[in-house]
């Protein structure tokens, strides 16, 4: 017996129905779907001056799924004109649309400065080379071609490549159906080396930087908050962000502990050491600013360290270190300290293990020194016992 009933219309109820069933749709009243034999229409029902009258929107299947139906039915109840327009043609979705759809949509979900990258990868290299296909003509093949023309900065071709990716995947969730499920033509292409640079500053270059930062501090040549800043940065191996948008609130002083409600990886707790406590305490607060690295706008943040670590690194004479180089350094020493790599991961913030296991090269030298100081003792007494 056909059934009908309330629910919201999804690819799977869609397919779930049987002849004669009805689903009557509880995002828009008045859209429904039906299945007459083996096809499923979309229709949406409104009253015009004054009588109930049927708009036929079409057929299940490309271009109408749920989502694009439900568009329609908005479009005819706004306006009953638009019921007697022709209906898109199939596979007329082409990538820019989805695109914009995507980052409207899924954007959402996302950190600001992720959604800032995703904008940037697609107007530099996914619009450029697929802005004017069809989003059910972007093939594997496309796809690996376009891979290889960007291979010059492998780094942000592969962050292209996993934003198309993700972009592919919800193309093909059910709601929208853009694409047939599993079609992805980002899967098994493989991934540029990127070789990342790891800078990690000696112990006499870190007395150079330390020298630096007295001597800019003493002389006036970089503002206190942004010379807090960089310290802060080299004893508590936090990332940049982290630091400048860190809030007095979010510091715990009698557990020596940094709670981030949010980070790059979530919420995430950082250990303080003694001498990043000296640091905090010798900085001065302001009433009506929440900030720890205070900005030259009233209740504002400081947003950029570069020029400040340009006149300090200048100073230093090593020009080509980078500020994330601080934080390379910590895990170094941490791990020369004889820190475990979980730890320093759990240190460092790190959610994946094999971010951290960029610096397993560098527990060798603890163990290489602790070997040659321990053959050097043993040599030493053989030596005496021969006298």
């Known amino acids: 017996m056909p059934n009908r009933r309330s629910a919201v219309i999804t690819i799977s109820a869609v397919n779930a129905l049987k002849p004669g069933d009805v689903i009557n749709d509880t995002k828009i009243k008045g859209l429904m779907a039906r299945r007459q034999k083996d096809a499923v229409s979309y229709a949406v029902k409104m009253r015009v001056d004054g009588r109930q009258r049927w708009f036929t929107i079409g057929r299940h299947g490309n271009p ?35 695109a914009e759809e995507f980052l409207r949509c899924h954007g959402a979900r996302l950190k600001p400065r992720t959604l800032q990258e995703y904008r940037c990868l697609l107007r530099l290299y996914l619009m450029p080379a697929f802005g004017k296909l069809l989003i059910s003509e972007i093939t594997r093949s496309k796809v690996r071609n376009a891979h290889a023309g960007w291979s010059a900065k492998p780094r942000a071709a592969n962050h292209a490549l996993a934003m198309l990716s993700k972009l592919m995947n919800w193309a093909e969730d059910e709601e929208r159906a853009y694409r047939p499920e599993g079609s992805n033509p980002c899967r098994t292409i493989k991934r540029f080396d990127e070789n990342r640079r790891e800078r990690f500053l000696t112990r006499e270059e870190l007395a150079r930087v330390g020298q630096a930062l007295e001597r800019a501090e003493r002389e006036q040549l970089v503002a206190p908050f942004a010379i807090a800043a960089i310290r802060l940065l080299i004893l508590s191996g936090a990332r940049l962000n982290e630091i ?43 009433a009506m600013n929440p900030y720890v690295i205070v900005g030259a706008r009233r209740g504002k943040h400081l947003v950029n360290l570069q020029k400040p670590w340009r006149t300090v690194r200048e100073i230093a004479e090593l020009p080509t270190v980078r500020i994330h180089d601080l934080r390379h350094t910590f895990a170094s020493v941490a791990v020369a300290s004889g820190g475990s790599l979980p730890i320093i991961g759990r240190a460092l913030g790190h959610s994946q293990p094999q971010t951290t296991q960029r610096y397993a090269h560098l527990a060798d030298d603890p163990v290489r020194q602790l070997t040659q100081a321990t053959g050097e003792a043993l040599s030493t007494a053989m030596r005496g016992s021969k006298g």
Not at 80 to 97: I, L, M, Q, T
Not at 270 to 281: F, K, S
């Open 64 to 98: 109408w799924t749920p989502e694009t139906a439900r568009r329609r039915a908005l479009a005819i109840l706004a306006d009953p004109s638009v019921a007697e327009k022709p209906e898109p043609e199939a596979g007329e979705r082409n990538f820019a649309d989805v």
């Open 244 to 286: 400048l948008t860190l809030k007095w609130e979010h510091i715990d002083f009698e557990r020596g502990i940094i709670f981030l409600p949010d980070s790059k990886t979530g919420k995430k707790p950082i250990i303080l050491n003694d001498a990043a406590v000296e640091v905090l305490n010798a900085l001065p607060r302001f």
